[in-house]
C-alpha cells in the first residue's frame, strides 16, 4: 500500500491545478451555479476564481444535448456538455459503472477517438471524504492510468497516425447528494462524478470530470438520469501543445461528443 501511494505522488502532472473540477456544494456558489445554468449538477472548485466574471456562450444541439463554452482571463477553455439519457436508478447505475471505467471508442469510416487503460487493475485509495479536504473516495478495482487517443487517417497506402496522450484518475466520489436545496421542478437525489487530470507529455493541459446524476421531476415524478462532462482545458506548456492548442477546438467538441454517446447507450436498457 505504501509503495501505490508512492507511485501516485510520483505522477508528474502538467499543470499545477489539478483538482479544479472537484465538486463543491452548489449552495455556497449560488452566483456561479445560475450563471452556467447547472443548478442540479455539482459546481466545482474551479468555478470561484476563475469564471466569476466571464459570460458564457450556450446552445442546444438537435439531439438534446446543451453545450456551453467560457473562456477564461489566463487561459482555461471549459466546456460542459449535459443531456437526460434514461430514467430510473438502474439506468443510473449503469451509466455510474460506465464513468468509472472511463473507456470506450468511437470509429467514424477510417477515424476514431476514446480513451483505453495504459495499466492494468489496481485496487486503490484516493481519498477518505470531501469533508476532511481530500479528493474523493474509491476502494474499487479501477484503471486510474489512462490514454486518450485520436486516428488521423492519411491517403492508402499510408497507415494512419494515432495520437496518444497520457492522463490519470485524480478522484471518484460516488452517490453523493450535490446540494442540500432543491428548486421547484426537480430534486436532486444521488451524484457520481470521477475526472483524470493530464500527465507531462500530453499536448494540452488540464482536466475533464464526468458526472452521472439522479434526480425527481417533482411534476412528472419521473427520476430522470442526466449526464454531465466538464472540461477544464488549455495548451500545454511544450512548444507542440502552443502550435496544436488553435487547431484542436473541433476534435475536442467532438471527442466530448462521442463518449456522451456512448455512456448514453450503456444507460440503455439491455
Keep these: 500500500k505504501r509503495k501505490k501511494n508512492e ?13 479544479i473540477t472537484q465538486p463543491t456544494d452548489s449552495e455556497k456558489d449560488n452566483n456561479n451555479i445560475q450563471h ?14 476563475q469564471t466569476k466574471r466571464i459570460p458564457t456562450q450556450q446552445q442546444q444541439l438537435s439531439s438534446g444535448i446543451i ?11 471549459i466546456l460542459t456538455f449535459r443531456k437526460r439519457v434514461g430514467y430510473g436508478k438502474q ?9 468509472l471505467d472511463w473507456e470506450f471508442e468511437a470509429k467514424k469510416g477510417r477515424k476514431s477517438m476514446g480513451i483505453v487503460s495504459s495499466s492494468s487493475d489496481v485496487s486503490t485509495n484516493l481519498g ?8 474523493g473516495t474509491s476502494r474499487r478495482r479501477r484503471r486510474n492510468l489512462l ?7 492519411f491517403p492508402k497506402p499510408l497507415r494512419s497516425l494515432f495520437v496518444v496522450n497520457p492522463v490519470h ?9 450535490p446540494n442540500r436545496t432543491t428548486d421547484d421542478k426537480y430534486q436532486c437525489t444521488l451524484c457520481s462524478s470521477t475526472a483524470y487530470a493530464t500527465l507531462s507529455g500530453h499536448l494540452l493541459s488540464g482536466e475533464e470530470r464526468v458526472t452521472v446524476l439522479f434526480s425527481r421531476d417533482k411534476q412528472t415524478k419521473k427520476d430522470e438520469v442526466y449526464i454531465e462532462i466538464l472540461s477544464f482545458s488549455r495548451a500545454a506548456p511544450s512548444m507542440a501543445g502552443k502550435l496544436i492548442w488553435p487547431l484542436i477546438g473541433t476534435m475536442q467538441t467532438q471527442f466530448f461528443l462521442e463518449e456522451l454517446s456512448h455512456l448514453e447507450k450503456k444507460g440503455a436498457a439491455f
Design 169 to 177: 484518475v485524480v478522484y471518484e466520489m460516488n452517490d453523493y447528494n
Design 128 to 135: 477518505t471524504s470531501r469533508k476532511e479536504g481530500v479528493l
Design 91 to 99: 439506468c443510473y447505475h449503469r451509466v455510474k459503472d460506465a464513468i
Design 7 to 19: 507511485d501516485l505522488f510520483r505522477l508528474s502532472f502538467n499543470h499545477d491545478e489539478v483538482g
Design 147 to 153: 490514454a486518450t487517443f485520436t486516428e488521423l487517417p
Design 67 to 77: 453545450c456551453s463554452s467560457t473562456s477564461t482571463i489566463d487561459g482555461w477553455r
Design 36 to 49: 452556467h445554468n447547472q443548478h442540479l449538477f455539482p459546481s466545482c472548485s474551479g468555478y470561484t476564481k
